[in-house]
């Protein structure tokens, strides 16, 4: 059963405009939520993360929405660059322990 | 580098033979994690540790995996008579005191092929 769900396998975008990421979940005791980015034969690179007292975090081009009730985050990336194209992670952490949950991952393509 | 070291990048290993992955944790750090990535899947978690203590191991197979991070040292992760499903990329990450809402950082990871 997977409780971290990235629907899209794939995203292309054009360079310059906006490229939406989503996550979903299904676990009530997640209350904080992390974006990686990876590029292939490296690790996991930290992106932005958003606890579930927030519904929003802005860092530069990279802003993670959560909606709680839908059970929901998106990453917003803006605008799209060249250098964005990678497999992009969504992980949830709940209230009570430090494991991470990670969704399958969706490979963004920035075209130029 | 002060990011998270793994090594080797890549071992491959012969069915029954053992396998063992290497993480040494950013500097200041004292909280290891390891995840295994199956091809075409998310990562997914196998086994917490601090220094000298397994934290929470509910991600690991309760049969040939073992992991230990000793006092002075990296932290081990140890596969014994691999099997070709253990073909993975094995991650390791750290954080600096174990919190709740604390990042994890990821090393560049081990790949194991078992043939």
């Known amino acids: ?3 971290v769900k990235q629907n899209s396998p794939s995203l292309s975008v ?3 405009r906006i490229s939406i990421l989503n996550c979903d979940y299904t676990n009530s005791m997640f209350d904080y939520f992390l974006w990686y980015k ?3 034969a490296e690790g996991p690179t930290f ?3 958003i606890s579930s007292i927030k519904d929003k975090n802005e860092d530069g081009r990279f802003t993670v929405f959560l909606n709680k009730s839908a059970k929901h985050l998106s990453l917003h990336i803006v605008p799209s660059q060249p250098g964005d194209s990678a497999v992009y992670f969504c992980a949830a952490s709940p209230n009570a322990g430090n494991m ?3 969704g399958g991952g969706t490979r963004l393509m920035v075209k130029p | 580098n002060a990011g998270v070291m793994q ?3 890549h071992l491959v290993r012969r069915r029954g033979q053992e396998a063992r992955l290497r993480c040494s944790p950013m500097k200041g750090h004292s909280h290891v994690y390891w995840y295994r990535q199956l091809p075409e899947e998310g990562l997914k978690f196998m086994v917490y540790l601090q220094k000298e203590n397994i934290i929470d191991e509910s991600g690991m197979p309760k049969e040939r995996f073992s992991a230990e991070f000793p006092k002075e040292g990296p932290s081990i992760l140890r ?5 070709r499903g253990d073909s993975a990329a094995y991650f390791c990450a750290s954080s600096p005191f174990g919190g709740r809402r604390e990042t994890q950082y990821f090393g560049p990871g081990t790949r194991l092929l078992v043939l």
């Open chain 2, 7 to 9: 090594n080797p990048r």
């Open chain 1, 1 to 3: 059963d997977q409780q």
């Open chain 1, 100 to 102: 991470l949950t990670f």
């Open chain 1, 47 to 49: 992106l932005i993360s």
């Open chain 2, 79 to 83: 596969i014994q008579q691999v099997v």
């Open chain 1, 14 to 16: 054009q360079e310059g």
């Open chain 1, 38 to 40: 990876k590029y292939p």
